[in-house]
């Protein structure tokens, strides 16, 4: 099986945590050769993120899969040196320290093209690296905060509601990818082949992702709130209970589905109300279609309304958790979700490559390694250390 249409480039993760390393991540999906790179004594941080077992954290598993890994330490200047020969023969070099930590250490953007002009350098920081809050710690939550979304997310009546995942930082990493092959394209077709500098914050991409609130209260002086599951675009648009105590979401946003909604669970006279025309005009009756979409499922099992629903074109989905998604028969016909085999835990169920492409699908070849599995291997076989060289920078702790 062909590893990826990214097959040859050569991609350094010194990111930690999330959004980083899944922009490097989704890199590896598709045939980049990505080395992580690690402090010698503090692992990333997300080799302690979420579930483990036998002691073996298995988000990192996934974080971490395409990747081989070796400990370094930045700060020092053997480390930093360790580094730039690295990047000499390197695309794509990622980060997500605070701006101004890269140039203490000896390594910004400037001595990076001094070694390789070709570098692209994807920097994700909280904010960006200029203006008032770069030197901030950043951290997806506060993303989540700022960019409108946990103001909008959550009943009327009560308080701004975070997602209980990463979500800043994981829309942040999949346009890091998309940023970083931008970067690669031209580099590609500009005439002297020069890498760029990216300057990637957690806030934009999730601000984009929100909408367009900033333009309405440009234009409108209008603040938008929350309004729990339903939206101000269109009506009937919420999660519905069954008889059979499942929560189903329904969805309206094209007219032809609302009036097949309507004439489903018995009103087609509604469909010749003036402001049944537009999303905007059910709005303003949605009381009384939530009652009737809700009551008319209620009495109906979860089966039996997605049944209903599928024969009448009309859009439905049953609110899902991790059991129904690894249950369900289009995910694993579609296999998105795959097994791979892992050295520790011998078999693991993880999210497939991100995308299908029909020529080169890209593919995981490999889980999330130990912390320093392959230091040795880097620093002899690719820079050409000796094994005194080695057992130096080990001694001093440079490596691991």
Not at 10 to 27: E, H, Y
Not at 91 to 105: A, C, H, Q, S, Y
Not at 114 to 134: M, S
């Given at each position: ?18 959004a980083?390393?899944?922009c ?10 990505v ?16 579930k ?5 954290a ?30 000499e ?67 009327p ?5 975070l ?10 990493g ?10 690669l ?38 603040v ?177």
């Amino acid at each position: 099986m062909p590893d990826g249409p990214l097959q040859g480039l050569r991609v350094l993760d010194v990111s930690t945590i999330l959004a980083g390393p899944l922009c490097a991540q989704i890199l590896g999906d598709f045939g980049a050769e990505v080395l992580k790179v690690e402090h010698s004594a503090k692992p990333d941080g997300m080799r302690g993120h979420g579930k483990s077992k036998d002691g073996h954290a298995l988000w990192w598993k996934e974080i971490s899969r395409n990747k081989r890994t070796i400990g370094l330490t930045l700060s020092a200047p053997e480390g930093a040196e360790v580094l730039l020969r690295l990047a000499e023969r390197s695309d794509v070099l990622i980060e997500n320290f605070r701006p101004g930590t890269l140039e203490k250490w000896g390594l910004g953007p400037e001595r990076l093209h001094e070694v390789n002009p070709g570098l692209v350098i994807v920097r994700v920081t909280g904010f960006g690296q200029k203006g008032p809050y770069a030197g901030r710690a950043g951290f997806g939550t506060l993303a989540e905060a700022m960019s409108g979304f946990a103001h909008l997310t959550g009943d009327p009546d009560g308080p701004p509601t975070l997602p209980a995942f990463g979500l800043a930082d994981s829309v942040c990493g999949i346009a890091a990818s998309s940023a970083a092959m931008m970067a690669l394209f031209h580099r590609e077709r500009s005439e002297d082949g020069r890498g760029q500098v990216v300057d990637m914050s957690l806030l934009e991409p999730l601000m984009t992702a929100v909408g367009p609130s900033p333009t309405v209260y440009d234009q409108l002086g209008v603040v938008e709130t929350r309004h729990g599951n339903r939206s101000t675009n269109n009506a009937p648009r919420n999660t519905y209970r069954t008889s059979d105590g499942y929560w189903l979401a329904v969805s309206t946003s094209a007219q032809a589905i609302a009036e097949r909604v309507i004439r489903l669970v018995g009103h087609p006279e509604l469909v010749d109300e003036p402001w049944f025309a537009s999303g905007r005009g059910r709005v303003e009756h949605v009381d009384l279609l939530d009652e009737l979409v809700g009551g008319w499922i209620g009495e109906r099992t979860r089966a039996e309304v997605v049944d209903a629903f599928t024969e009448a074109g009309a859009a439905v989905a049953p609110v899902y958790d991790a059991r129904d998604l690894v249950e369900d028969p289009h995910v694993r016909e579609t296999e998105m979700l795959t097994r791979v085999p892992d050295p520790d835990l011998g078999e693991l169920l993880m999210h497939n490559v991100m995308w299908r492409m029909s020529e080169t699908p890209g593919r995981i070849r490999f889980t999330g390694r130990a912390h320093g599995a392959d230091t040795d291997s880097v620093l002899v076989e690719e820079l050409g250390y000796d094994a005194a060289e080695v057992a130096a920078l080990r001694e001093k702790k440079i490596i691991s």
